[in-house]
C-alpha cells in the first residue's frame, strides 16, 4: 500500500516539477493558456488536449495505462483531475476509495463492476461522454476491451486500495 501512494506521489511530482521548471509551449500548457488571453491561477485553467503531458501510471496500475494530470495535485487535499489512457486490454483489479471519484469516459467503452472479484457478467458498460461516480468505500472493479481514455476529478488524496488477494 505505500509502495503505490509512494509510486503515484513520485508521479505526480515528475509531471507538476517539468512543467514548473519550463514555459515552452510543448512542455508547460501555461504558456500557451497566457497567449490566449486567459490568466493563469487558482480558479482559472485552461489546457488543451494536444498539450497533455502523458506518463506511465505507476506499476501498480495496469500494464499500457498512461496518466495526465490537468489539475490540481491528487497527492494533496484539494481538488483534482486526472486523464487515464488505457491501451487495448485493460483490467484494473478490484479495488476502493476513501473519497468519491467522478468518472468521465471521453473516448471508447469502459466497463464497471463491483463486488470483491471481477465478474465480466455483471458490469456496467459506458461510452463517450457518459458520467458516474464511485462512492467512497465501494469495492468495484474496471475493465476496458479497446482503447479509452477517462477522467477522474475528486478530492486528494486519491487513493486506489486494491483487496488483498486471497
Wanted: proline share 6%.
Amino acid at each position: 500500500m505505500r509502495y503505490t501512494v509512494l509510486l503515484l506521489s513520485l508521479t505526480i511530482l515528475a509531471l507538476t516539477t517539468g512543467c514548473a521548471a519550463s514555459q515552452t509551449k510543448s512542455s508547460c500548457p501555461d504558456a500557451s493558456v497566457r497567449e490566449a488571453g486567459f490568466h493563469v491561477g487558482e480558479t482559472q485553467v485552461a489546457l488543451r488536449a494536444e498539450e497533455s503531458a502523458w506518463v506511465s501510471c505507476p506499476p501498480t496500475l495496469p500494464a499500457g495505462c498512461e496518466m495526465a494530470v490537468l489539475e490540481g495535485d491528487p497527492k494533496r487535499e484539494m481538488l483534482f483531475t486526472v486523464r487515464f489512457r488505457t491501451g487495448s486490454e485493460f483490467e484494473m483489479k478490484p479495488h476502493w476509495h476513501p473519497r468519491n471519484e467522478r468518472v468521465t469516459i471521453l473516448e471508447g467503452k469502459i466497463g464497471v463492476g463491483f463486488g470483491d472479484e471481477i465478474d465480466r457478467e455483471n458490469v456496467t458498460w459506458f461510452g463517450p461522454g457518459d458520467y458516474y461516480v464511485n462512492a467512497k468505500d465501494a469495492h468495484h472493479f474496471v475493465l476496458a476491451d479497446g482503447p479509452a481514455v477517462l477522467q477522474i476529478t475528486g478530492i486528494g488524496p486519491w487513493k486506489a486500495n486494491f483487496l488483498e488477494a486471497d
